[in-house]
C-alpha cells in the first residue's frame, strides 16, 4: 500500500509479533515466531527502533522511512518467494528512499526475489 496501515500505539516489536501471529502457520512454534521477527528486524535494519512506537500525525514515533520498512517487514514475516512492491518511495524525501532502496538491494543480494516499482526517482536510486 502506498501509505502505511499500522497500528500507531504499538512499537514495532509488538507490530512484528502481532503480524508474525496472524501470518505465520499454525504449527510454528512460539519459538520460532521469535526468531523469524527478530532475523526480520535485524535484515531490515528496525533493530535500533524495536521498541519505539510506531506514531502517527498525534503521537510521535517512527521516521516515514522506518515505518515504510515496517511495512516491508510485515510482508517478509510470511517469507515470500518473490516481494512485489509498487511505489515504496512514494512520499519519502531523497535520503530516505535511498537508504530504503539500499535495503531492497542488500536483501537482493542475499538471494530474496523482489520486483518493483519506483516513482520518480534520483539517477542515484
Request: aromatic share 2%; glycine share 6%; net charge neutral.
Amino acid at each position: 500500500m502506498q501509505q502505511d496501515v499500522l497500528l500507531p500505539t504499538l512499537t514495532v516489536q509488538e507490530t512484528l509479533t502481532y503480524a508474525a501471529e496472524l501470518r505465520l502457520s499454525p504449527s510454528t512454534t512460539s519459538e520460532e515466531r521469535k526468531r523469524v521477527v527478530k532475523e526480520v528486524i535485524l535484515e531490515l535494519g528496525l533493530n535500533n527502533c524495536a521498541n519505539t512506537g510506531t506514531g502517527n500525525n498525534v503521537h510521535k514515533g517512527c521516521s516515514g522511512g522506518e515505518k515504510r520498512r515496517m511495512s516491508l517487514a510485515v510482508q517478509m514475516l510470511a517469507i515470500p518467494s518473490v516481494l512485489f512492491l509498487d511505489e515504496m518511495t512514494t512520499g519519502l524525501d531523497a535520503n530516505t528512499a535511498f537508504q530504503l532502496v539500499t535495503t531492497l538491494k542488500a536483501l537482493a543480494v542475499k538471494g530474496r526475489m523482489i520486483n518493483c516499482t519506483i516513482h520518480q526517482p534520483r539517477s542515484e536510486i
